[in-house]
């Protein structure tokens, strides 16, 4: 009953985004900025997740978070919206890319001429959730930080030109609300413009061995030219 249930709301959803996709495509110069994890896993395969979540030692350091937004969920969607994309002729612009097999996921799309671009934010490719025990709530976003190695990955796929654009996804709040026992209930975003530049030019250049001026096209030129300012 689960499963069925769970199939009858995907369908459902897959038709509001389709109409979306048409929608946007008809408006002039329409663009759609897709947030690629408004898709969780499935219920019953969110259920299997978060039990071997919980059965984790490391549960208590937030891997409940990561379970339900697991990479498996990022690639569905985005695979999803680009489908979209190409049959409505909208353009498409994934937003908060967080795993390197995405990233190819798209440039498999662009290679195929369906005008989609994707950004990424340096906190996916400067730290890992090996940092969550000792940076906790104020690391908590979404998607959430992943594997080291899935962030070294992303790292050398950003330095080698597969993501158009890094932006920060700043996300500030009071600092009361990035305390507390409720890992689910604690402001998930992270305040990053103002570490944007040296935290790209850092990872990008000089970690990643990517030209200096490639680096900050990455989050000036780019993300300019995409949106047409």
């Known amino acids: 009953a689960v499963v069925a249930r769970s199939q009858q709301i995907d369908r459902r959803q897959r038709d509001i985004d389709r109409q979306r ?3 946007a495509e008809r408006m002039v110069g329409g663009k759609l900025l897709v947030f690629e994890q408004q898709h969780f896993l499935q219920p ?4 299997v997740v978060l039990a071997h979540a919980l059965a984790s030692p490391q549960g208590e350091r937030g891997d409940l978070v990561g379970a339900r937004r697991a990479p498996e969920a990022e690639i569905d969607a985005i695979g999803r919206a680009i489908r979209y994309a190409e049959e409505s002729g909208c353009a498409l612009h994934v937003v908060h890319v967080s795993t390197a097999a ?4 798209i440039g498999e799309a662009r290679d195929r001429g369906i005008d989609v671009t994707a950004e990424t934010c340096p906190h996916y ?3 890992s959730e090996d940092d969550l025990p000792r940076l906790g709530a104020l690391m908590k976003c979404a998607p959430p930080l992943r594997s080291h190695d899935e ?4 790292l050398q ?5 597969h993501a158009q654009i890094v932006a920060s996804d700043h996300s ?3 600092p ?6 409720d890992v689910f209930a604690i402001w998930g975003g992270i305040a990053g413009c103002q570490s944007l530049l040296p935290a790209t030019i850092s990872a990008i250049h000089n970690t990643g061995g990517a030209p200096l001026p490639f680096a900050v096209k990455l989050i000036s030129e780019a993300p300019a030219r995409r949106l047409r300012l």
Not at 44 to 47: M, P, R
Not at 102 to 105: E, H, K, N, R
Not at 151 to 154: G, H, I, P
């Open 44 to 47: 019953f395969e969110e259920i």
């Open 176 to 181: 009361s609300m990035k305390n507390g026992d």
């Open 172 to 174: 500030p709040c009071p």
């Open 157 to 161: 796929a950003v330095a080698g030109g």
């Open 125 to 127: 490719f400067t730290f």
């Open 151 to 154: 962030s070294s990955r992303l």
């Open 102 to 105: 995405a990233l190819a996921a």
């Open 21 to 23: 996709m048409h929608l």
